[in-house]
């Protein structure tokens, strides 16, 4: 058993279990696996997945007769390489993802599903029972990359804690033995290249009392954090400083501050005393951006305009050349070509608006939006506010003397409204300290 990159695969352990027999599950382990959304598969397949959801360690058996030379290799994927999986799809591999090999070729997707040829079935004799612990990144951005979810990769995702790898496996032996599904050979392989150290956070008792709000005393805190299982290590300056020992399962603890929050759970949140907030107050007032934009909104809806609002994530404009392209925020992971960048214009949602509602027949069409727009500037993003209207069609009803054409739009009608704003906001209109344009 060899472990190629321990980036990946922190530690791997196996069990051999000897004279395998294929039995059905009992009954009261079917009834937990459907309850918690499982199907059983065969004995020894239900005890992997039943283990599982009992310690939160995915498990996978081999069948140990169809491992070229009884090896196991953790390695990367080499190119070209392909595997079929236990739901007889062949998936082609990359060099960015971690497998389960025997000398030759691989046998399972490091923590997703393992293959076809050495899957577990009525005529196995000898199995190779794994219990391993994989980097969640890694588990995460190959099950993304092949499309596939599994129970296993879920958790692995998720982090599970290295320190169950045996105990997992173990576990599933004591279980395979007791139902007359097989026999253990004793001992474990265990690959544990670089085992994690003693994760150490200080925690004081004043800062707890200080946080939950009442007085918490030293051994409070102590006997508190010892029934999550967390003791005191050697160090700091008792009673006013401890240093806590973070058990290894507890991966969320990595601060003070979350110690605090144990120890208040722990306590009881009855235990927080009840008071009214203090502290001066201030008067809130909106910014003078915010009240010209709020001025220009209640003057164009008060001519008759509809205030639309866009999306902020648009696709490449008509109006843009190479020039002005260079100048636009694009999306790394942008969904679509249509929703790749930010904009840098209101005008093509205000015309994709127009010409939508042109299509129904909805006429006169007076529309404005008020909103963000991003550029480059020399490398870096800015963001300016700016606001656009657009007009379509007569902006009076057609009459029994008059039927209007949809082009009839004067251009001195669609001025009348900047002007009207210009002349009643004279400072908010092509100054830089608004921020409007």
Known sequence: MRIEDPLLCP???????????????????????????????NGIVDVTNYVMLEMG???????????????????????????????GVERALTPEMLLICDSRVPVAVAGIMGGQATEIHDGTRSMLLESAN???????????ALGLRTEASYRFERVVDPAGVVAAADRACELIASLGMGRPVPGVLDCYP?????????????????????????????????????????????????????????SDLTREIDLVEEVGR???????????????????????????????????????????????LLGPSPFEDRRSEAQRVSIRTALSSELSGLRRSLLPSLLDALERNARRGARPLCFFEVGAVFSLHEGEPR??????????????????????????????????????????????????RTGLA
């Open 266 to 312: 722990v306590l009881g949140y009855e235990r927080i005393p009840e008071q009214l907030p203090f502290g001066t107050a201030t008067q809130g007032g909106d910014s003078p951006l915010g009240q010209a934009l709020d001025d220009l909104r209640n003057l164009l809806s008060g001519l008759g305009m509809q205030e639309i609002v866009g999306l902020s």
């Open 134 to 144: 994989f980097c969640p990144r890694s588990v995460r951005a190959t099950s993304r």
């Open 383 to 432: 963001e300016a506010v700016h606001a656009a209207g657009a007009l379509a069609g007569p902006l009076v009803a057609s009459g029994w003397r008059k039927i209007h054409r949809m082009d009839e739009t004067p251009g001195c009608r669609a001025h009348g409204p900047w002007g009207q704003f210009s002349r009643s906001n004279p400072t908010s209109v092509g100054r830089s």
């Open 11 to 41: 530690r791997y352990a196996a069990r051999v279990v000897r004279d395998v027999r294929c039995l059905e599950a009992p009954d009261w382990m079917k009834r937990r696996l459907e309850a918690a959304g499982m199907r059983s598969v």
């Open 57 to 87: 360690q995915p498990l996978h058996a081999f069948d140990l007769d169809t491992l070229t030379d009884r090896a196991i290799v953790v390695r990367r994927a080499r190119e070209g390489e392909r595997i079929v999986t236990l739901d």
């Open 194 to 250: 670089a085992p994690a150290g003693q994760r150490l956070v200080r925690v004081r008792p004043g800062r707890v009392s200080e946080m939950l709000g009442y007085t918490v005393s030293p051994e409070e805190v102590l006997e508190s954090l010892s029934r999550l299982g967390i003791v005191q290590a050697d160090g700091g300056d008792p009673p006013k400083e401890f240093v806590c020992s973070i058990p290894s399962r507890r």
